[in-house]
């Protein structure tokens, strides 16, 4: 058994994650696992737990707090929800 390096639960169904970076990291659970490896959005605090979006190398939650950050660059992100092809 594996124990999670969040809450440390001792689980049979722990499960690891790698990063890019080689780190390894074990957890019991996918919440255990957003609590810790999941960004912040730089605008309005909440984890990033879809595909969010980086601006200047900054992560935010939507193109909204992208937008209310980061000025002209910012203001050229756009989310795709509701988007509908002509």
């Not at 639960?9 to 810790?36: L, P, Q, S």
């Amino acid at each position: 058994m594996a124990t999670c390096e969040v809450c440390g639960n001792d689980y049979w169904m722990a499960f690891e994650v790698r990063t890019v970076n080689g780190a390894t990291h074990t957890f019991d659970c996918f919440e255990c696992a957003i609590h810790k490896m999941a960004p912040i959005c730089e605008h309005c605090q909440i984890k990033i737990v879809g595909h969010g979006v980086e601006v200047n190398g900054r992560f935010f939650c939507c193109a909204h707090c992208a937008r209310a950050v980061e000025g002209a660059q910012g203001a050229e992100v756009r989310d795709a929800v509701g988007a509908r092809p002509a």
